[in-house]
């Protein structure tokens, strides 16, 4: 069944209702540090604009919890958008009720309005049907464009996208296709890269790929998981212990070609996180009790940019090191480079894993894609249903 997109939509006069995900970062004096998703949904604003509709756009902003917080209200990420646009924004201080009301009736063809941060309500997250009411009668047709949320139920996706007539944006298109691609027909080799934290975010991918990878590279704190499942100590590094088991499985899976699941052979390791800190490259079998792995090694860089170098397709989630501090760059940095150096179809997914990659100095356009979607891209690859996608079909 094909997506429902605003390519093949009459927008012209209609008051549409966008829910974009302007989740931007804040650096520590209040100022958008990264303001790469409101740019992400520029292309689907100036199609509906060219089309002749008027945007009533919709998006979070952080945790709220269902109450007014001033810092988390949408004026700076309106300013910000009023400088991409090159057009004036107009802000609203509320999201439903009658003002509101007043203010979209008496919009005009080409104009934009932008909604307080609709997580200012609690209903929002209860995906609340009264409150659904109260945003559906604001517009004539829905537009979902916010990929990063479209795996919660939530009443400005999932709620909209069921009671109205609704069509996904451009950019929910593009992530729908470069990660469909992945699943479908990837072209081989294939080799998923992954780090990070928590491990029970990416057993699910893991298991999905299992048949579909041909290499799996494993870094971060989720290989200290596996590596201790193994028997290896890993000293005082993060750990899942409780996650041992299903580690063991999906390990067992690779008995017969261990040369396709590939854990750090060595490390960076240090007493503790910081800037300054003294750090010490060890082989994995020599991490003392009371040392923390804190980034992948040179040996294990050097191994997993060869498996890189050969691929011609790459997913990759989850940074190798603990990228928060400089000293533990080093393996998140020299894989990033190794995939933007090949030819090959490069996907990333993952909130942290965008943001340390930007923040390292890679650009865009030296991947084929960077997932906008943190857990809605690995929800979608370990081939759950995304509520606010499924509206959207047919
Ligand atoms: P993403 O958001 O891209 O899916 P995760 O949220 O899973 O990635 O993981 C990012 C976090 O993992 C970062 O905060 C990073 O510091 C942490 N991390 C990576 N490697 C380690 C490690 N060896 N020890 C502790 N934390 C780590
Ligand atoms: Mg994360």
Sequence with gaps: MPLRTIHDLNAKGKRILLRVDFNVPFDTEGEISDDTRIREALPTIQLLLQKGAKIILISHLGRPEGKV????????????????????????????????????????????????????????????????????????????????????????????????????????????????????????????????????????ILEK???????????????????SAKGIKVGNSLCEKDMADRAQEIEKKF???????????????????????????????????????????????????????????????????????????????DIATAIAQTACTSVIGGGDSSEIIKHLGFTDEQFSHISTGGGASLEFLSGKELPGLKVLYG
């Design 69 to 204: 917080v001033e810092e988390l209200r949408l004026d700076k990420v309106a300013k910000c958008l009023e400088m991409l646009m090159r057009k004036p924004i107009k802000k609203l201080n509320e999201s439903i009720g009658e003002e509101v009301q007043k203010q979209v009736d008496q919009m005009q063809e080409g104009e934009i309005i932008l909604l307080e941060n609709i997580r200012f309500h609690a209903e929002e997250e209860k995906n609340d049907p009264r409150f659904i009411q109260q945003l559906a009668v604001l517009g004539d047709i829905f537009v979902n464009d916010g990929f990063g949320v479209s795996h919660r139920a939530h009443a400005s996706s999932y709620g909209l996208g069921n009671i109205m007539s609704s069509y996904a944006g451009l950019l929910i298109e593009k992530e729908v296709n470069a990660l469909t691609k992945l699943m479908e027909n990837p072209e081989k080799p294939f080799t998923l890269i992954m780090g990070g934290a928590k491990i029970k975010d990416k057993l699910g």
């Design 209 to 227: 790929f299992i048949e579909k990878a041909d290499f799996f590279l494993i870094g971060g704190g989720i290989a200290n998981t596996f590596l």
């Design 255 to 333: 008995e017969k070609n261990p040369e396709k699941f590939l854990l750090p052979v060595d490390a960076t390791v240090a007493k503790e996180p910081g800037e300054t800190v003294e750090t010490q490259v060890v082989t994995i079998e020599n991490v003392t009790d009371d040392m923390k792995i804190f980034d992948i090694g040179p040996q294990t860089i050097e191994k997993y940019c060869e498996i890189i170098r050969a691929s011609k397709t790459i997913f990759w989630n989850g940074p190798m090191g603990l990228t928060e501090f400089t000293p533990f760059q080093n393996g998140t940095r």
